[in-house]
């Protein structure tokens, strides 16, 4: 069960228990606040993000350093904490998502504690979805053509590093990527389907793969207003969710005919497929 986090003051929401997540809860709420800090010295559970039945998401300061807490079944959290710290202790990867802080069982269920992408002065973490969506996906504001060639350009720095190695991501929607204005890539976040496992791929999971959800991101940063790109996992016809203002740019046109191909599951044709991407922004 995926939970979203909060980073500099943005929600994501979680998919798979299908319920908006809330900015704050009591928390005399649920049995995995009081569970969220047990054991660890120097930890208080400050606000819960979002969660389920089963999992939750919380904010905390552990040591004097803003953590997040997820606490789900082991079955859930054990790749995604296996997958992050493996991309942790890679130093071609290290900055490509969170830091994993600490792992833990308990009574039945798995703690993973990692670092909170805080903002620091000028410089703000915001998923990407929460460039310009509300929260039923609707697009509500236009995001200004060069800020959007900056946001796409982090994003497909990070997947072609991810792609250059092996790795597919397999939950690649607008709101798992997040993008920082002084930073020059992108940051995942939900790793719970990730591999890279010589020959893996998403629709092993019965999921999109990274080049179809990658569209959603598109849609966000240069679709028409008012479009649903949370379903937009569709390569058909990208030019149609252009917005009507951008559909003369030869960015823009180039990039959305560019699209198409990231149809393959094959990483190492993807990860040529973001360098071209990419050298269509420099031109």
Not at 209 to 237: C, E, I, P, Y
Not at 258 to 277: G, P, R, S, Y
Request: aromatic share 4%; with cysteine.
């Amino acid at each position: 069960m995926l939970v979203g986090l909060l980073a500099g003051g943005v929600f994501v929401r979680s998919y798979a228990v299908r319920q908006e997540l809330f900015a704050a809860l009591d928390l005399e709420g649920p049995q995995h606040v009081a569970d969220g800090c047990a054991g660890l010295d120097s930890c208080e559970v400050t606000k819960v993000l979002g969660g389920g039945a089963i999992a939750q998401a919380l904010r905390a300061t552990l040591k004097g350093e803003d953590v997040v807490i997820k606490i789900d079944e082991p079955s859930r959290l054990t790749n995604e904490a296996a997958v992050m710290q493996k991309l942790n202790s890679e130093d071609w990867s290290k900055n490509l998502c969170p830091r994993v802080l600490h792992t833990s069982q308990l009574e039945g269920k798995m703690r993973l504690v990692m670092e909170m992408l805080s903002d620091k002065g000028d410089c703000t973490w915001k998923t990407v979805r929460d460039v310009s969506l509300n929260k039923r996906g609707e697009k509500v504001k236009a995001v200004g053509l060069e800020d959007a060639k900056t946001m796409w350009a982090s994003v497909l720095r990070t997947m072609q590093l991810l792609k250059q190695h092996g790795w597919q991501h397999c939950d690649l929607h607008p709101g798992n990527i997040m993008v920082n204005n002084c930073l020059d890539h992108a940051e995942l976040i939900d790793w719970e389907r990730g591999t890279n496992a010589d020959g893996a791929t998403c629709k092993a999971q019965s999921v999109a793969g990274d080049g179809a959800n990658l569209f959603q991101t598109f849609g966000v940063l240069f679709g028409r207003k008012w479009t649903k790109v949370q379903s937009m996992t569709s390569m058909k016809n990208p030019l149609d969710q252009v917005d009507k203002k951008l559909k003369n740019d030869k960015f823009v046109i180039a990039t959305a005919r560019k699209l198409a191909d990231l149809a393959t599951e094959d990483t190492a044709k993807q990860a040529k497929i973001f360098e071209e991407l990419l050298e269509l922004i420099e031109k």
